[in-house]
């Protein structure tokens, strides 16, 4: 299986500052159709999972400018431009280009 | 708008069976590819299983390959997960999941088992 590694694992940032999450994979996320299928997912208190990015940089309906994905290969970021109080909770990485699919072990991000 | 329901989530004892079942709206399910994902207290989630949307092809985790089983209803825009002989370590929330873009884009609210004595 793929192993997926985020960091840091707990992420302290102050009201309107940038955050920053990193995710590497054990294996290149490219497909043999040239998609490199990698997603972001945000996990607040209480809640299940909701897709944010996908195939590295695509934001999903409804998602916030201020998220952002960038990355290839097995090198993936996700940035929050100015964290507002909402963004709170855990941040998954997820690849989808091998089986099984595999996620990271999250990032808990808190207002400082 | 999209929407996964599930139910069937409970306390059973270590050996003993559940089913769980997810009613979904707002698609058509007939179309895509579903998964069920699991979540320990506290843990990330997991990827558990998946079925094709003409039922043909289905996936399991080694850890609940010859005890799990996915089927779906397309008539009846169901998905289902049996799981027999149940262990205290499947002890989580199981979430009804859909694919897209070999991503998961919509989450059912989860159904919690917890498998204890």
């Known amino acids: 299986d793929v192993v997926m590694t985020q960091s840091p694992l707990s992420l302290p940032v102050t009201l309107g500052q940038p955050a920053s999450i990193s995710c590497r994979s054990g294996q290149s996320l490219v497909h043999t159709d040239g998609n490199t299928y990698f997603s972001w997912f945000q996990q607040r208190p209480g809640q299940s999972p909701r897709r944010l990015i996908y195939k590295v940089s695509n934001r999903d309906s409804g998602v916030p400018d201020r998220f952002s994905g960038s990355g290839s290969g097995t090198d993936f970021t996700l940035e929050i431009s100015r964290v507002e109080a909402e963004d709170v909770g855990v941040y998954y990485c997820?690849?989808?280009?091998?089986?099984?699919?595999?996620f990271g072990q999250g990032t808990k991000l808190e207002i400082k | 708008e999209v929407q996964l329901v599930e139910s069937g989530g409970g306390l059973v004892q270590p050996g003993g069976s559940l089913s769980l079942s997810c009613v979904v709206s707002?698609?058509?399910?007939?179309?895509?590819?579903m998964h069920w994902v699991r979540q320990a207290p506290g843990k990330a989630p997991v990827w558990i299983s998946d079925?094709?949307?003409?039922?043909?092809?289905?996936g399991y985790v080694a850890s609940v390959r010859g005890r799990f089983t996915i089927s779906r209803d397309n008539a009846k825009n169901t998905l289902y997960l049996h799981m027999n002989n149940l262990r205290a370590d499947d002890t989580a929330v199981y979430y009804c999941?859909?694919?897209?873009?070999?991503?998961?884009?919509?989450w059912g609210q989860g159904a919690l088992v917890t498998v204890s004595s």
């Open positions: 999941v859909r694919d897209e873009s070999r991503s998961l884009d919509y």
């Open positions: 707002g698609f058509t399910f007939s179309n895509f590819w």
């Open positions: 997820m690849q989808g280009t091998h089986w099984p699919r595999t």
């Open positions: 079925i094709s949307p003409d039922e043909s092809t289905t």
